[in-house]
């Protein structure tokens, strides 16, 4: 009897769940309800629409997904950390997207409009993330790795050095007469963003950092540069991402991506997006 029971206590233990666990679905509890405060507190009417309760609560709705991530791990011990809570990341990237790009329109007929693709990718991207975390929930995998905040906190250091450059584009893009303001400020930042990159990876791990970089480049590049330029760099500052990585073969794969870029996204997708910078 008491060889029964001992055996069969763990087995009962192994449903409950976590300390860790019921934090962490609190604390995805606390930001799905802060999608709807925010969507009351800085919502805006549709145009020729006026503002209501619900309206405010329907722009913050999208955050409210991660309420059910939450509930799970609050009663329900997971059985593999990394893959759970790898997913609930992915499918907060995509509720993300999909408010980012909830005031875009979408299809034209039978062309795609601008929000057509970003959903559609989205929508992707939270299939996957539902997947991937209900494999952490029905099978067994490693426990949680002690968290590191160096590689978050370089990322976050780029993010901040942005927000003075942007305050003051006017008078940086003005520096360089007979050059495009917005063209001058991206250049810049694209050269800032690399050399403090290298900097940072001196305490931070260099994968977080430089994957950060590269999307920021793309983000403050892609307008005035053109998708062409856009593209090939933010390729090649990602693939610096690892002490790795082989420079020939980095580059013949650029070039073939940004060529794939350029004909998908302008031609294929119709989407209003140019190629070459604006001078």
């Known amino acids: 009897m008491s060889e029964g029971s001992g055996s069969a206590a763990p087995a009962a233990r192994s449903h409950i769940a976590s300390r860790e666990d019921y934090w962490a679905g609190i604390v995805l509890i606390g930001l799905a309800i802060m999608g709807p405060v925010l969507g009351l507190l800085f919502g805006k009417p549709p145009r020729g629409a006026t503002w209501t309760f619900m309206e ?11 309420a059910v991530f939450g509930a799970v791990p609050v009663f329900i011990r997971v059985r593999s950390p990394q893959d759970y809570y790898g997913g609930v990341a992915l499918a907060a990237i995509a509720l993300f997207a999909l408010w980012a790009g909830g005031d875009l329109p979408g299809m034209r007929g039978f062309a795609f409009g601008p929000g057509t693709a970003p959903r559609l990718f989205a929508y992707c991207l939270l299939g996957l993330g539902v997947v991937v975390a209900l494999t952490g929930l029905l099978t067994d995998g490693p426990p949680s790795e002690p968290f590191s905040f160096s590689g978050p906190v370089g990322g976050a250091v780029l993010l901040i050095v942005l927000i003075p ?108 997006l140019q190629l070459w910078p604006r001078f």
């Open 56 to 66: 405010g609560i329907r722009q913050g709705a999208y955050s409210l997904p991660l």
């Open 165 to 272: 450059m942007t305050i003051y584009a006017a008078r940086i893009g003005k520096s360089f007469p007979g050059m495009a303001p917005d063209v001058v400020l991206a250049v810049l930042e694209v050269l800032v963003l690399i050399a403090l990159a290298l900097v940072v990876t001196r305490f931070a791990p260099r994968g977080p950092v430089f994957i950060t970089a590269s999307t920021l480049i793309f983000a403050v590049t892609i307008r005035p540069l053109g998708l062409v330029i856009a593209s090939f760099v933010s390729l090649i500052v990602s693939a610096t991402a690892t002490h790795e990585v082989r420079w020939l073969e980095t580059i013949i794969w650029t070039v073939v991506l940004t060529a794939f870029c350029s004909v998908l996204f302008p031609y294929g997708l119709n989407l209003p």
